[in-house]
């Protein structure tokens, strides 16, 4: 059996601001290997790559900062209002996505408890990918809410960003678990507490297994 095949692989998603980064930031504190899926999209159009290159060929200079990094908020005002231009922008960033998050699975210990945490799982039906799918969940409102307060987004811009990935119904459908991230940070801890026991009873079995 190869090494990879040991290898827990968790799908970890959510919605904008339902909390997903707090989850995989807990989750890594516990020893999980995170894939994380928008470093993984930064990393790809950085000042130099081919990926920038090919984001500003279709999208322009106006995507661009003045020291040649791009401007995600305004090529995300762009996108996010335009279905088709949002699809030639996944087309350019996602193949490159891919690619780099295998390169860092492929660099995880045989036994690792990997999660990948990637917000568009049930957009681009990825679920069966993992062995197991995580959903941060939280009440559209309260996205809305934190988007405005912690991120200073306007109610429209919150609500278009929401509105641009899949409804909450069509994420929770995919879910082997949820965490309910619709209260404080203190049950946010408990439940990944129980995830993470879980998740290490499973790769013990597998490894065990092999």
Known sequence: MSTLALVLSVGLTGGIGSGKSEASRRLAERGAVIVDADAAAREVVEPGTPGLAEVVAEFGGEVLRPDGSLDRERLGSIVFADDERRARLNAIVHP??????????????????????VPLIAENDLAGMYDLV?????????????????????????????????????????ADRVIDNSGGLDRLAEQVDELWTELTRRAGVRVGEA
């Open 134 to 174: 995580v959903v941060v969940d939280a009440p559209v409102e309260e996205q809305v809410r934190r988007l405005t307060e912690r991120r200073g987004m306007t109610e429209a811009d919150a609500r278009a960003r929401i509105a641009a990935q899949a409804t909450r119904e069509k994420r929770l459908a995919i």
């Open 96 to 117: 490159r996505v891919g690619e780099r998050m295998r390169e860092l699975v492929e660099q995880a210990p045989p036994d690792a408890i990997v999660v990948y945490d």
